[in-house]
Nanobody, 111 residues
Framework: VQLQASGGGLVQAGGSLRLSCAASSNFASINVMAWFRQAPGKQRESVAQITSGGITAYSGSVKGRFSISRDNTKNTVYLQMNSLKPEDTAVYYC??????WGQGTLVTVSS
């Protein structure tokens, strides 16, 4: 499977963005899909993940602000990001278990 991420951009603090990650083939059988991010000079970190059954988990820094979802009919996973902060600025990557990465999409949050 190949992953294509989109939806990044420049937004002011407090704003919202929705990232999308489209898979090249049916990913309904992939147990875990996730979003990671990597800020300049920092290690890549997990942001949110979702199982095939719809169980979600979030990092503490985004919990309550970000929401991950998946649409198996569209082979797409989404990351809705609300109340964005400058510290959310990073390249965001989608991931499909066990080890498939999409290309990154840059999110920049201005203060």
């Amino acid at each position: 499977v190949q992953l294509q991420a989109s939806g990044g951009g420049l937004v002011q603090a407090g704003g919202s963005l929705r990232l999308s990650c489209a898979a090249s083939s049916n990913f309904a059988s992939i147990n875990v899909m996730a979003w990671f991010r990597q800020a300049p000079g920092k290690q890549r970190e997990s942001v949110a993940q979702i199982t095939s059954g719809g169980i979600t988990a979030y990092s503490g820094s985004v919990k309550g602000r970000f929401s991950i979802s998946r649409d198996n009919t569209k082979n797409t996973v989404y990351l809705q990001m609300n109340s964005l902060k400058p510290e959310d600025t990073a390249v965001y990557y989608c991931w499909a278990g066990p080890n498939v990465w999409g290309q990154g999409t840059l999110v920049t949050v201005s203060s």
